[in-house]
Each structure stands twice: as C-alpha cells, then as structure tokens.
C-alpha cells in the first residue's frame, strides 16, 4: 500500500502495536450472512482490519495543534490499524499515550475499556450498587470489572477456573467460577448484570436480578433477542434490558489515560503476535478463550 497522507485535521501515525479483536474477526468472516449488509456483500468494504493502535506521530495536517511530530499516542479508530501507517482525526479517538506503558500495552486499552464504559454508563454504578460480570477474563469483561470497581459499585466476576485469581486481581470483590457454581442458581441478586460475552440471555439472568435491576448485553443474542427485550422492557416491567453499543470519543481515551496513570486501570494481554502472523493471532481470537487481549507488534524493537 502507499504511506497515506494526513488531511488537514489529521495525524499520521507510524503504528508500533495494535491488536486483533472481535471486530475484526467479525468483519472479515462476515458471519452470520447479514452482517455482509455493513462489511460488503459481495467483498470485504475495509481491506485493512485494526481498531486500536499504539505507535508515533509522524506527520500532521496544518490545521493539528494537539499533536506534533514525534508525539507518542495511543487510540482506537474504525479500522486500518493493521499496517505500518494509519491517518487519524485530531478529534478522534487518541490520545497521548499513558506515561510508564509500553506501545504493546498502551495498543490493548481502548477497544474493551470503551465498550465496557459505554455498558456501564447506562447502569448508574457507583456507592451500594452490586454489579455481576459475566465473562470477566475477556477484553470487554477485564476492562467492566476494573471500572466498575473505580465507580465504587461491588463486584462480583464470573470466569473460568483458570482465570479466577487474574479477576481478583483486577479489584472483583468475588469471583465465581463458572465451572464450580451456576450464578443464576445461587440465590444471589444484583443491580446490573453485564454479560460481557454474549453468552447468557436476560432471561436466564432473571431470577439473579434484584427489583429494579438492569441486564446489559453487548451482543445482539440469539436472532436479536437482546434488542428487542430492551425495547419492550422500557416500558413493560420493572427490571430493564440494556444492549451496550460501543462508542468511542476523545473523551473516553483522555479518562482511560488518567486512570492508568492513577495506577487504576491495566491492559491485560494474554498473547503478542508480530504483525506477519495476524492469521495465527485471528485464529486464537476467534476460539472465544482470549484473556483479555491478542497484541500485534508492527515494529517489534518499539512496540515493547
Ligand atoms: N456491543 C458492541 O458494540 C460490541 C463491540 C465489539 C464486540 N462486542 C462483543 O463483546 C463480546 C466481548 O468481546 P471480548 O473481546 O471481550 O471477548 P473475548 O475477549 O473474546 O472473550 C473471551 C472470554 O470469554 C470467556 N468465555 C468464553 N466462553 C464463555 C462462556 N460460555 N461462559 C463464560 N465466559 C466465556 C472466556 O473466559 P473463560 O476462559 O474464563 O471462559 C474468555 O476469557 C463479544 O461477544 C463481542 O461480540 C460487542
């Protein structure tokens, strides 16, 4: 590809590291066939797969101000990061990145963290409040839990044995193996659930939720089912269904930033792939068992 040129309001950025998510993984194998209606029906829209990114700016638009050559930032972006350059919006997503990360972990921040912020800002968290995450070890999940926990609310994460002491770590008050115990047999009630992983239904989560409580999906559920129930619970019913839809703003990055730099929130890596073995790391992103997140280094020497 040619080394893009940065508009007006742009950076470009030499990328250092990024990552393979879920989002990727989804656009490019366009499954189930109705996802093709956003990613190209007959081939894929975006030829370069890459949301977040972590590397250096090279060059800026005339109109930049924040940014200049040299800057080391980190952000995420609607694809395009899987390559050696990327242009950005000053507006976008970036920021400078996090003092005392490396471009690996800074790379494996903003995807999970934003999606997981947008979750719980729908659930009123804070002081009193308990929330349950379900898929507690994954990207979104890792990320719900520290938040959570820096929003003052009880938490109590649900993941795999083997994960059981890395979601301790991260500040859940509780941790339930799901492997050991059922959450939705135990008696126990909460103000949110978040399924993290898209794997249980409102439905079944019912019975775990005190009066009044929210389930927050951030997958649409079996053909929808997630979307719908928000829709009827608005006005039908006292505990409501929420479906998080990523958003990611400037706003959220510059949080994040601060947080890390308050020692209050980490990226949790589970593997690093250099950049020529994206379809090994696309593979193992898409068995569903990543712990947090899959980092590609573009630039090895630096990424670290
Ligand atoms: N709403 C949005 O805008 C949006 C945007 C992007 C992605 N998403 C969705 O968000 C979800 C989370 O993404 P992610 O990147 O965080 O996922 P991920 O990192 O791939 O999740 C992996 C984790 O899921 C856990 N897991 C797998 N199967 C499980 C099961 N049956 N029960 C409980 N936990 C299970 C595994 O934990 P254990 O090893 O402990 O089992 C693993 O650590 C995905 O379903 C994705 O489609 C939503």
């Not at 040129?5 to 989002?23: K, M």
Request: charged share 25%; glycine share 10%.
């Amino acid at each position: 590809m040619e080394q893009p040129v940065p508009e007006e309001d742009q950076l470009l950025v030499r990328i250092h590291a990024t990552t393979v998510n879920r989002t990727d993984c989804g656009f490019r194998s366009a499954k189930p066939f109705i996802v093709r209606y956003f990613t190209g029906l007959l081939r894929p829209k975006r030829r370069i797969l890459g949301m977040e990114l972590a590397g250096e700016v090279e060059a800026v638009g005339a109109a930049v101000s924040e940014f200049a050559v040299g800057d080391q930032v980190f952000g995420v972006k609607g694809f395009g990061a899987h390559a050696e350059f990327v242009c950005i919006r000053e507006s976008a997503a970036v920021a400078h990145k996090p003092t005392g990360m490396t471009f690996e972990q800074a790379a494996a921040v903003c995807d999970g963290a934003c999606i997981a912020l947008s979750c719980l800002r729908t659930a009123d968290l804070g002081q009193g409040r308990s929330i349950l995450v379900h898929g507690a070890s994954g990207s979104v999940g890792t990320a719900a839990v520290q938040l959570a926990r820096h929003f003052g609310a009880e938490v109590t994460a649900v993941c795999n044995t083997k994960n059981v002491e890395l979601v301790r770590s991260l500040g859940a008050h509780e941790v339930i193996d799901y492997l050991q115990e059922d959450f939705a047999k135990n008696g126990k009630t909460y103000d949110v659930i978040l399924d993290a992983v898209g794997k249980r239904s409102p439905l079944w989560c019912r019975g775990s939720l005190k009066p009044r409580g929210i389930f927050i999906g951030t997958d649409l559920g079996f053909l929808g089912h997630v979307p719908l129930m928000a829709l009827a619970t608005k006005w039908i019913g006292e505990k409501k269904v929420k479906m998080g839809v990523a958003r990611y703003t400037k706003k959220d990055v510059l949080f994040l930033k601060e947080l890390i730099e308050a020692d209050e929130y980490q990226a949790v890596i589970d593997r690093s792939y250099p950049l020529e073995d994206v379809v090994e790391a696309a593979r193992y992103v898409e068995t569903e068992q990543k712990t947090g997140n899959v980092v590609l280094t573009v630039n090895g020497a630096r990424a670290r």
